[in-house]
């Protein structure tokens, strides 16, 4: 190759260069492109407890760059975003109410250039909170029972702190038979009439129901826990199920559940159980 073209191929990738850089340097220096924010995918709870003790998280859908703005429209709440890289979840912790009440979470995007969406938001069902300790449901209950088992009840709950912080304990009630069982239980006791059945001693909770209880959110869990063996039989029951409670009322509301095997995909006999504190 000649001079003449050596000389030529360098200038060419000289000019090259220069033009790609040119462009590059173009690419960098533009404005972004405008774009036009949708609040997307607004999701959170809807029916909750207004207790002003639990934070609960609410979102909407990412854009990279966009700022959000959550607001507690009809009803004062705490509003906290938990990560500064995830701008588009907030935890909101709706304030103490006696009554039942509800709200809107409205929220806003404003995208990287500027521009701001208009405003989405979810309806909320705010539930009246009183908030209880674990102390203030020790006592005597009454209500009533439907469903596998219809009869009114009067019943003790008990708070033994070898169950836990926060776990109620509903006794079964003294009543031996000729078998050598000895207690009726709080719930389904109809049933058991029926049967002739009384839980034994020393076996499993001895037909006592322990209530898990969420003291922050109102609600009640009943765990699949060993019921307890009864007699004649032997025979062997777990319990389950959930519920709520209410602190304004002096209330409970559970949907009980029992199971004669491990198998708990579907309880076997169940109930509805309304109890009022006297």
């Known amino acids: 190759m000649g001079r003449r073209s050596v000389l030529t191929v360098v200038a060419g990738m000289i000019v090259a260069v220069i033009f790609f850089s040119a462009c590059k340097k173009k690419k960098k220096d533009e404005p972004p492109k405008d774009i036009i924010p949708v609040v997307l995918d607004f999701r959170g709870p ?17 854009r990279s760059g966009s700022k959000y703005s ?9 509003i906290e975003v938990p990560d500064t890289a995830y701008p588009n979840i907030v935890n909101v912790t709706w304030h103490q109410s006696s009554v039942d009440t509800s709200a809107y979470l409205v929220c806003v995007e404003t995208s990287v250039t500027g521009n701001v969406s208009e405003p989405d938001s979810l309806a909320v ?48 009630v003294a009543d031996t038979n000729s078998d050598g069982g000895v207690y009726a239980p709080p719930f389904l006791s109809r049933l058991f009439d029926a049967w002739g059945e009384r839980f034994v001693s020393d076996m499993g909770n001895e037909g006592d129901v ?35 409670w209410c602190g304004c009322n002096d209330s409970i509301n559970l949907n009980f559940e029992m199971y004669w095997s491990t198998d708990f995909s579907k309880p076997n006999k169940t109930s509805v159980v309304k109890l009022k504190k006297q």
């Not at 959550?70 to 705490?78: P, Q």
């Not at 449901?137 to 219809?150: C, L, R």
């Open 46 to 62: 809807t029916v909750v407890t207004a207790s002003g003790l639990e934070p609960l998280e609410y979102k909407v859908a990412y």
């Open 70 to 78: 959550f607001t507690a429209i009809g009803y004062e709440a705490t």
């Open 125 to 172: 069902t705010l539930k009246k909170f009183c908030a209880w300790s674990v102390d203030d449901f020790t006592g005597t209950w009454e209500g009533n029972e439907t469903g596998d088992s219809d009869t009114t009840l009067l019943l003790s709950i008990v708070h033994e702190p070898a169950d836990g912080e926060d776990v109620l304990r509903v006794k079964a």
């Open 210 to 244: 322990l209530l898990h209880v969420n003291l922050l959110s109102g609600k009640i869990i009943i765990e699949n826990d060993f019921w307890g063996e009864t007699m004649p039989g032997p025979n062997h029951y777990w319990t389950g199920g959930e519920g709520t």
